[in-house]
Nanobody
Framework: QVQLVESGGGLVQAGGSLRLSCAASGRTFSSYAMGWFRQAPGKEREFVAAISWSGGSTDYADSVKGRFTISRDNAKNTVYLQMNSLKPEDTGVYYC???????????????WGQGTQVTVSS
């Protein structure tokens, strides 16, 4: 059974920073691409960022490019999302998820975390 546990969310003022973490267990973490997604109130869940199994490739939604950085530490079975220059529209529940393969060009698996709330005040 795969478990993904997010942490690091909170309340921050616009322009501030947060670092989210997603700790994985129960699977060969280093073999799979990982992604971050978010869901704002009343909106559908959307893609934020993804990273390949090795960390050598990353991808970002246009709305966060230049402000967010995804990274991973395979020795710690953890993926991170550094969020800088936060905006009120970044508010939402942030989820991490595993992909079915080492590349994020494939499908996202059914393994999701429970989410962590990020609230950015104006």
């Amino acid at each position: 059974q795969v478990q993904l546990v997010e942490s690091g969310g909170g309340l921050v003022q616009a322009g501030g920073s947060l670092r989210l973490s997603c700790a994985a267990s129960g699977r060969t973490f280093s073999s799979y691409a990982m992604g971050w997604f978010r869901q704002a109130p009343g909106k559908e869940r959307e893609f934020v960022a993804a990273i390949s199994w090795s960390g050598g490739s990353t991808d970002y939604a246009d709305s966060v490019k230049g402000r967010f950085t995804i990274s991973r530490d395979n020795a710690k079975n953890t993926v991170y999302l550094q969020m800088n220059s936060l905006k009120p529209e970044d508010t939402g529940v942030y989820y991490c998820a595993s992909y079915y393969s080492g590349s994020y060009y494939g499908a996202v698996s059914n393994y999701w975390g429970q989410g962590t709330q990020v609230t950015v005040s104006s």
